[in-house]
C-alpha cells in the first residue's frame, strides 16, 4: 500500500453529534489520523424511524464522505450499524466499521454471570443486533459464556444528553424507570448501545448498582470500536505514518445548539463546523 494511500483520512458518520463520542476515542487511539466526521443532524434522531428509512439516509450521507476520499468508514450510530451496515459494505468500496460488533466481543470478555442487558434506541433494540451478535460470537469462542441476553429501548437519554440533563435527579429517575424494566437477574454487564449514552455513564453506573446490587460493567462504542479501527488498518496496512492529522467536522444542518453539544459529545469544542447540503 503505498504512503498516499496510507494518508487518506478516516471517514465517520453519525445520524447527528453522538458519533462524536466514537470520534473522541478514535484522535485518541489514532492521532495520526486525518477523520472527517459528517453527522445527518439535518435528519436526526435516526432512533425511531424505519430500517429503511434509515438504510436511505445512511448510503446517501455516506457518499459526501466517499467524495472526501476516505481509506476506511466508520459509522459511529448504533442504529445505522443496525440497519445499513450489510447495506453500507455493499455500496462502497473501502472497510467499513460499525460499533455492534466490537462491542459484542468484549461482552464475552467481560461477562462472568452470562447475564447481559442492552440499553438502545427503538430501532437499535427492534433489529436485534446485539444480542444476535453476541450470541453468534459466543458460539465460535468454546464453551458458550452467555446465559441471559434482555433489551430495553431507553428513548429519553438521548434528548437527556442532548440537553445536558446527564446528571441529577431527572436522569437518574429516567434512568432507573429504565432498568426497572430489565427482570431481576444477576446482570453484570450493560451494553450502552447508543452514541449518546457515555455521557449519562456515572448515572447508568449508579443506578445500575443499586438496581442489581453489584458493580455492573459498562460498554459504550467508542473506546471498543477505535480499537476495531486501530486493527483494521492495521491489518490492511492503512495506518498513517504523519506526524500531523486534521479533523474535519461536516453537518447536513449547522444551528448554534448543534455547535454548543459538540462540545459536548467531544470533549473539547471542534475547531470548525462546516455545512454541507446532501441531496437525495
Ligand atoms: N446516534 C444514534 C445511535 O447511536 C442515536 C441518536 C439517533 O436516534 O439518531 O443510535
Redesign the pocket.
Known amino acids: 500500500m503505498g504512503a498516499s494511500e496510507r494518508d487518506r483520512p478516516i471517514g465517520v458518520f453519525?445520524?447527528?453529534v453522538?458519533?462524536l463520542t466514537v470520534m473522541r476515542a478514535l484522535v485518541e487511539t489514532l492521532p495520526a489520523e486525518d477523520i472527517v466526521y459528517l453527522g445527518d443532524t439535518a435528519r436526526?434522531?435516526?432512533?425511531?424511524r424505519a430500517a429503511s428509512t434509515v438504510r436511505r439516509y445512511a448510503v446517501n450521507a455516506t457518499g459526501t464522505l466517499m467524495e472526501k476520499d476516505i481509506k476506511a468508514l466508520v459509522v459511529?450510530?448504533?442504529?445505522?450499524t443496525a440497519h445499513a451496515l450489510g447495506t453500507l459494505k455493499e455500496t462502497w468500496d473501502v472497510p467499513v466499521i460499525g460499533?455492534v460488533e466490537p462491542v459484542a466481543k468484549r461482552v464475552l470478555e467481560v461477562t462472568k454471570t452470562g447475564i447481559v442487558g442492552v440499553l438502545?434506541?427503538r430501532?437499535?433494540v427492534r433489529s436485534d443486533c446485539y444480542p444476535e451478535a453476541i450470541r453468534r460470537l459466543d458460539r465460535h469462542g468454546g464453551a458458550p459464556r452467555i446465559e441471559e441476553i434482555h433489551q430495553v429501548a431507553c428513548p429519553l437519554l438521548?434528548p437527556l444528553a442532548e440537553e445536558g440533563w446527564s446528571t441529577g435527579s431527572v436522569a437518574e429517575e429516567v434512568a432507573a424507570e429504565y432498568l426497572s424494566r430489565l427482570p431481576d437477574l444477576d446482570f453484570d454487564t450493560l451494553v450502552l448501545?447508543?452514541?449518546?449514552y457515555p455521557l449519562l455513564r456515572d448515572t447508568l453506573a449508579a443506578v445500575a448498582r443499586r438496581r442489581f446490587g453489584r458493580e455492573v460493567t459498562l460498554l459504550d462504542?467508542a473506546t471498543c470500536t477505535a480499537d476495531e479501527v486501530e486493527a483494521t488498518l492495521r491489518s490492511r496496512n492503512l495506518l498513517s505514518g504523519a506526524e500531523e492529522s486534521e479533523h474535519e467536522f461536516l453537518l447536513t444542518d449547522l444551528s448554534p445548539a448543534f455547535v454548543e453539544m459538540a462540545e459536548r459529545f467531544f470533549g473539547t469544542s471542534p475547531r470548525s463546523m462546516t455545512h454541507v447540503d446532501i441531496t437525495e
Do not use: E, F, I
Open positions: 453519525d445520524s447527528g453522538g458519533g436526526v434522531p435516526y432512533g425511531n459511529a450510530c448504533n442504529t445505522a460499533v438502545g434506541t430501532g437499535t438521548v448501545g447508543c452514541t449518546h462504542s
